[in-house]
């Protein structure tokens, strides 16, 4: 139980482009998701709290008209980035909050490169 | 604000070594504390949920611990394959708004033959 799916897992676009990345909670609801990013050998770093029906909540310095974020459904929540550069290449990590625990379960993580 | 310090940062264990990991928090009211692996190139996979101080859980080689103000992960013979970074998180009543977790850095584990 409890498992989230990414997708892609890796994508590589052109600076300038945007890119959507989908994170779907396979087998529970979830009316929070969050998205991270994470620097090589660094930790996770919060981006955004994605509830279901409403608008995100961004972290402080993080640009909502960049990282368009919807929660459309109790099991999907998508990540937009927008006229992408080469400094948002990244991982991004997404991840399922369940509402009786505050468990958050995450995906596999989806490989961004902006050439 | 919700603190999470992890250490070592980094450990280097035999195959068969036990040994613990230490997660000391400061949290404004415990909702929960979390500790997760995580490998390279993926996602951390969720590992155990603390809610109160006293209370362990277990899971194969990995047993965690909690007091009121730190947690500990105690590694007993392990193998190669527990080599990941660790991760702990807490949930806190007042974490800096809605019921998002707050991270520490990570102990990078290794676990060689």
């Known amino acids: 139980g409890a498992v989230v799916s990414q997708h892609p897992s890796r994508v590589i676009c052109k600076s300038g482009t945007s890119v959507k990345i989908e994170c779907r909670s396979l087998d529970f609801q979830a009316t929070t998701m969050f998205w991270y990013r994470q620097f090589p050998k660094q930790s996770l770093m919060l981006m955004a709290t994605s509830n279901e029906g409403s608008k995100a909540t961004y972290e402080q310095g993080v640009e909502k008209d960049k990282f368009l974020i919807n929660h459309a459904s109790l099991t999907l929540s998508t990540l937009t980035v927008t006229s992408a550069h080469p400094e948002d290449s990244s991982f991004y990590i997404c991840?399922?909050?369940?509402?009786?625990?505050?468990?958050?379960?995450f995906g596999p993580g989806t490989r961004l490169t902006v050439t | 604000e919700d603190q999470v310090t992890q250490s070592p940062e980094a450990l280097r264990l035999q195959e068969g070594e036990s040994s613990s990991l230490n997660c000391s928090y400061t949290v404004s009211g415990l909702r929960g504390l979390f500790w997760y692996r995580q490998d390279p190139g993926k996602g951390p996979e969720f590992l155990f949920t603390?809610?109160?101080a006293g209370e362990e859980k277990e899971k194969e080689r990995l047993k965690a611990t909690l007091t009121k103000k730190e947690s500990f992960l105690h590694i007993t013979a392990p193998k190669p394959e527990d080599s990941a970074t660790y991760l702990c998180?807490?949930?806190?009543?007042?974490?800096?708004?809605?019921?998002?977790?707050?991270f520490g850095t990570g102990t990078q584990l290794k676990v060689e033959l």
């Open positions: 603390l809610y109160s």
């Open positions: 998180a807490v949930h806190g009543v007042r974490g800096g708004g809605g019921n998002k977790l707050t």
């Open positions: 991840s399922a909050q369940t509402t009786a625990t505050y468990e958050q379960y």
